[in-house]
T-cell receptor, first 112, second 117 residues
């Protein structure tokens, strides 16, 4: 079946550090890939997405590139802020299936 | 941005009580979902609906039930709550009709944190 594997957290960084959160996937079809973010006390919200190989999703300084050859969708940001502290979920969906398959989430903690 | 609302925000109840978690959206979305989020943050789909009078069980077996009598409303009910039901419950919706498109975005509510004593 489809699955998403994310690096375990928490990831602890100082403000302005470079961020990478690894995400790899397995899928029976040709998936769309997503990063969702959950700020403390809130629901999830879409951060970025990519729908085909080599697409780059970007939003709020975050980027992720759909790599079909390595089945990866790593999340990166050049300079994190305290306000980026949240839980980040990588997810995929194959067209025609209702289920959005989530990874287990990675907590990011950014200190001043 | 999201116009999807969940109530109550927090709920503490005793074992054996019947509870209903409310979820409403004002976006006219046909598809709605319930996810259970465990303390380790992992999300599990427990119910979904493609429209009025449509409900399906998700990937994770759940003792809860849902109904979809109106497009905007998707309540979740536990007939007899137990401590094992303690969790965060997240409601979501997505636009579009018919089969789910791979790139469809989910809109989430803020969740209900349920604690059963």
């Amino acid at each position: 079946g489809d699955s998403v594997t994310q690096m375990e957290g928490p990831v602890t960084l100082s403000e302005e550090a470079f961020l990478t959160i690894n995400c790899t996937y397995t899928a029976t079809g040709y998936p769309s890939l997503f990063w969702y973010v959950q700020y403390p006390g809130e629901g999830l919200q879409l951060l970025l997405k990519a729908t085909k190989a080599d697409d780059k999703g970007s939003n709020k300084g975050f980027e992720a590139t759909y790599r079909k050859e390595t089945t990866s969708f790593h999340l990166e940001k050049g300079s994190v802020q305290v306000s980026d502290s949240a839980v980040y979920f990588c997810a995929l969906r194959v067209s025609g299936y209702s289920t959005l398959t989530f990874g287990k989430g990675t907590m990011l903690l950014v200190s001043p | 941005e999201a116009d999807i609302y969940q109530t109550p925000r927090y709920l503490v109840i005793g074992t054996g009580k019947k509870i209903t978690l409310e979820c409403s959206q004002t976006m006219g979305h046909d598809k709605m979902y319930w996810y259970q989020q465990d303390p380790g943050m992992e999300l599990h789909l427990i119910h979904y609906s493609y429209g009025v009078n449509s409900t399906e069980k998700g990937d994770l077996s759940s003792e809860s039930t849902v109904s979809r009598i109106r497009t905007e409303h998707f309540p979740l009910t536990l007939e007899s709550a137990r401590p094992s039901h303690t969790s965060q419950y997240l409601c979501a919706s997505s636009p579009g009709q018919g089969a789910v498109m791979a790139n469809e975005k989910l809109f989430f509510g803020s969740g209900t944190q349920l604690s059963v004593l």
